[in-house]
């Protein structure tokens, strides 16, 4: 019996000792936090009740500005979102959230990926779960999220989440004894994050800054139409937890808004099953009893659409995020008056009739001994008809030419000289429009 206690005490004392030393490693070789820590244990701090959480990725935590919901609503709002989490981690980072606040409503941005992606990636868990206060909760989060096998890498995070040289272990211990650091958050840092107006701004957001930071169509170059997101390709195991948290939602009281983010018009365009896909969200939100928005699709009254709020493919930049801000705080406004908010969607059809402009273009080269055919292409709306011109640029001179004015006809035949070099332009816009957007596209070529 002495024996069986003692062998106990060292499997204890053993079990204890390993825990411990992994945490050293971890604080040694994990590089220090960063947006997630801070959105944690600012939710954990936050001394006035979230009304409203903002929940999901990288599109509520960079779209979404909570001061700006907080000052048109009057309420306390918070984007309790992080970098490429999907519904599994969100679940359990939800739980961890109604632990110690009550938010009346809570948003939840969604994509594709949301749907189709197989699994969260070790890292996404672990910028998260390491910062969570011991719980029951943040073992089920490592148990529900290393069921894609990946035990070992989200239980020793260092294995695949370490710095790289000595000079970066020891910046990375001093910065991790930063009283700064330790001590986070400090109201005093709170009142400067509020003042930035790119980066990260406090309540879990995160801007970027517009200037410099907004795409440029006429760069976009080929753009092919196809189906990109599959309704076959939809993970069970991620409608399951998108069930799950609106079951947690119901059990808190919390009323569960589902909403897709506006992205640039290209995004909706060259997807040719979007509306195939988007009503099956739709429909699976249906299922668990969820309100679901799609902003993409909203009328010009409610989110007046420009192409110069975007910074990427996804996001918006600070500016387009400000005007999304107020427009979605608008929008809870009305919808907690009782308003239909349907009324001021699209349908398909009416959706593809209210785009005007071509969204981007470009063209192929076919280079014969003395000749280039050239080939224009652009994505655009199947409500409208584009027409091109084609100029020549001799590069040498300065020279421009127009080698066909606007037309419906899509290619022309240049005749060039041999060892020379040209800059070949295109310009694309709406037929019939008056005053459509121009895109631009060009290439140098040489026979």
Same mark, same amino acid.
């Given at each position: 019996?002495?024996?069986?206690?003692?062998?106990?005490?060292?499997?204890?004392?053993f079990?204890?000792?390993?825990?411990?030393?992994?945490?050293?490693?971890?604080?040694?070789?994990?590089?220090?936090?960063?947006?997630?820590?801070?959105?944690?244990?600012?939710?954990?701090?936050?001394?006035?009740?979230?009304?409203?959480?903002?929940?999901?990725?990288?599109?509520?935590?960079?779209?979404?500005?909570?001061?700006?919901?907080?000052?048109?609503? &009057?309420?306390? /709002?918070?984007? #309790?979102?992080?970098?490429?989490?999907?519904?599994?981690?969100?679940?359990?980072?939800?739980?961890?959230?109604?632990?110690?606040?009550?938010?009346?409503?809570?948003?939840?941005?969604?994509?594709?990926? /949301?749907?189709?992606?197989?699994?969260?990636?070790?890292?996404?868990?672990?910028s998260?779960?390491?910062y969570?206060?011991p719980?029951?909760?943040?073992?089920?989060?490592?148990?529900?999220?290393?069921q894609?096998?990946?035990?070992?890498?989200?239980?020793?995070?260092?294995?695949?989440?370490?710095i790289?040289?000595?000079?970066?272990?020891?910046?990375?211990?001093?910065?991790? *004894?930063?009283?700064?650091?330790?001590?986070?958050?400090?109201?005093?840092? *709170?009142?400067?994050?509020?003042?930035?107006?790119? &980066? $990260?701004?406090?309540?879990?957001?995160?801007?970027?800054?517009?200037?410099?930071?907004?795409?440029? $169509?006429?760069?976009?170059?080929?753009? /092919?139409i196809?189906?990109? #997101?599959?309704?076959?390709?939809? =993970?069970?195991k991620?409608?399951?937890?998108?069930?799950?948290?609106?079951?947690?939602?119901?059990?808190?009281?919390?009323?569960?808004?589902?909403?897709?983010?506006?992205?640039?018009?290209?995004?909706?365009?060259?997807?040719?099953?979007?509306?195939?896909?988007?009503?099956?969200?739709?429909?699976?939100?249906?299922?668990?009893?969820?309100?679901?928005?799609?902003?993409?699709?909203?009328?010009?009254?409610?989110?007046?659409?420009?192409d110069?709020?975007?910074?990427?493919?996804?996001?918006?930049?600070?500016?387009?995020?400000?005007?999304?801000?107020? /427009?979605?705080a608008?929008?809870?406004?009305?919808?907690?008056?009782?308003?239909?908010?349907?009324?001021?969607?699209?349908?398909?059809?009416?959706?593809?009739?209210?785009?005007?402009?071509?969204?981007?273009?470009?063209?192929?080269?076919?280079?014969?001994?003395?000749?280039?055919?050239?080939?224009?292409?652009?994505? $655009?709306?199947?409500?409208?008809?584009?027409?091109?011109?084609?100029?020549?640029?001799?590069?040498?001179?300065?020279?421009?030419?127009?080698?066909?004015? #606007?037309s419906?006809?899509? =290619?022309?035949?240049?005749?060039?000289?041999? &060892?020379?070099? $040209?800059?070949?332009?295109?310009?694309?816009?709406?037929?019939?429009?008056?005053?459509?957007?121009?895109?631009?596209?060009?290439?140098?070529?040489?026979?």
């Open positions: 019996m002495h024996n069986s206690k003692t062998n106990f005490v060292k499997i204890i004392v079990v204890l000792g390993f825990i411990l030393l992994n945490d050293l490693i971890n604080f040694c070789f994990v590089p220090k936090g960063g947006y997630s820590r801070m959105t944690i244990r600012e939710m954990y701090s936050q001394k006035e009740n979230i009304d409203i959480a903002f929940i999901g990725a990288s599109l509520t935590q960079k779209d979404i500005n909570p001061y700006i919901i907080d000052e048109k609503l &009057g309420c306390t /709002s918070f984007d #309790y979102s992080f970098n490429a989490q999907i519904y599994t981690g969100t679940y359990y980072s939800l739980v961890e959230l109604f632990k110690y606040h009550k938010p009346k409503t809570v948003v939840l941005t969604t994509e594709p990926l /949301s749907y189709t992606c197989k699994e969260e990636q070790p890292l996404a868990q672990l998260v779960s390491m969570m206060k719980s029951v909760n943040r073992i089920k989060f490592y148990f529900g999220m290393a894609d096998g990946s035990y070992l890498d989200r239980l020793f995070a260092w294995r695949g989440y370490h790289d040289s000595k000079k970066e272990l020891v910046k990375n211990i001093k910065d991790k *004894l930063d009283e700064e650091y330790i001590k986070y958050p400090q109201d005093k840092k *709170l009142e400067y994050y509020k003042t930035k107006k790119s &980066g $990260y701004i406090g309540k879990g957001a995160v801007l970027k800054d517009a200037e410099g930071n907004t795409i440029d $169509y006429n760069k976009l170059g080929k753009i /092919s196809e189906e990109r #997101y599959k309704v076959e390709e939809i =993970q069970e991620n409608v399951k937890y998108l069930g799950k948290i609106a079951k947690l939602c119901k059990e808190n009281d919390s009323k569960l808004i589902l909403i897709t983010t506006p992205f640039p018009r290209f995004e909706v365009l060259r997807s040719s099953n979007y509306f195939e896909f988007d009503n099956e969200v739709k429909r699976i939100a249906d299922e668990f009893g969820i309100e679901y928005y799609n902003y993409n699709l909203i009328k010009p009254e409610f989110f007046d659409y420009k110069e709020y975007f910074f990427d493919h996804l996001h918006l930049n600070n500016v387009g995020a400000t005007e999304f801000s107020k /427009s979605l608008e929008f809870l406004k009305l919808r907690d008056s009782g308003e239909n908010m349907n009324k001021y969607f699209y349908s398909k059809d009416e959706f593809y009739d209210s785009l005007t402009d071509i969204s981007n273009t470009w063209f192929d080269l076919k280079k014969g001994k003395t000749t280039i055919k050239v080939i224009a292409g652009s994505l $655009y709306s199947p409500s409208i008809t584009p027409e091109y011109r084609f100029i020549l640029k001799d590069l040498e001179s300065g020279e421009e030419k127009i080698i066909q004015d #606007y419906t006809n899509n =290619q022309c035949g240049i005749k060039l000289k041999k &060892g020379k070099e $040209y800059e070949v332009k295109l310009e694309a816009r709406t037929q019939g429009i008056k005053d459509s957007k121009i895109r631009k596209y060009s290439e140098k070529v040489k026979l």
